[in-house]
T-cell receptor
Framework: NAGVTQTPKFRVLKTGQSMTLLCAQD?????MYWYRQDPGMGLRLIHY???????AKGEVPDGYNVSRLKKQNFLLGLESAAPSQTSVYFC????FGRGGDTQYFGPGTRLTVL | DAKTTQPNSMESNEEEPVHLPCNHS???????IHWYRQLPSQGPEYVIH???SNVNNRMASLAIAEDRKSSTLILHRATLRDAAVYYC?????????????FGKGTKLSVIP
């Protein structure tokens, strides 16, 4: 049982390049989330999904797109990377979307945009 | 915006109890109180959560004030591995999914 895994662990991009971050969970969770964490700050929600084939915007969605084609995977895309997107990206998942649920986080992807 | 207030940092001696406070004066009746922690260079990790009653698990205890406007995370015996940033978060339900709003948390240092 691997929990939540993220690929890649590190990435360096040049401004304008594109990339996709992959999140996978093996806990059969319905809900999945993408967060970003800037230095010295808490996490901020980018996008989330309440089930296969669904996505919704979070607090800071601009510049990102997501897809949930399979229940176990949640992809985060950057179409044209900008230096402001330099951050650590965390994926999380949970069984259901109610206030008492627990989110399980992946180890993070450290992205640098030059 | 995060709706909880925590001290920026705290220190504790190893093997002593630690009480981490959190204020959430605007909490609503359906909000759960969650605590997560983040060790250096890792993703956040669930610690404990509760609604109205005090809660215990193998990691920690959660003491919730009677008016629910504040809570305290209690680590019974701090170890060096407990050095982390601790986040107090309200679990709110909205738009079909509950969202965690992270503040800056409390950085706990454990002194050997």
């Amino acid at each position: 049982n691997a929990g939540v895994t993220q690929t890649p662990k590190f990435r360096v991009l040049k401004t304008g390049q594109s990339m996709t971050l992959l999140c996978a969970q093996d806990m059969n969770h319905e809900y999945m989330y993408w967060y970003r964490q800037d230095p010295g700050m808490g996490l901020r929600l980018i996008h989330y999904s309440v089930g296969e084939g669904t996505t919704a915007k979070g607090e800071v969605p601009d510049g990102y797109n997501v897809s949930r084609l399979k229940k176990q995977n949640f992809l985060l895309g950057l179409e044209s990377a900008a230096p402001s997107q330099t951050s650590v990206y965390f994926c999380a998942s949970s069984y259901f979307g109610r206030g008492g649920d627990t989110q399980y986080f992946g180890p993070g992807t450290r992205l640098t945009v030059l | 915006d995060a709706k909880t207030t925590q001290p920026n940092s705290m220190e504790s001696n190893e093997e002593e109890p630690v009480h981490l406070p959190c204020n959430h004066s605007t909490i609503s009746g359906t909000d759960y109180i969650h605590w997560y922690r983040q060790l250096p260079s890792q993703g956040p990790e669930y610690v404990i959560h509760g609604l109205t009653s005090n809660v215990n698990n193998r990691m920690a205890s959660l003491a919730i004030a009677e008016d629910r406007k504040s809570s305290t995370l209690i680590l019974h015996r701090a170890t060096l591995r407990d050095a982390a940033v601790y986040y107090c978060i309200l679990g709110q339900s909205g738009a079909g999914s509950y969202q965690l709003t992270f503040g800056k948390g409390t950085k706990l240092s454990v002194i050997p």
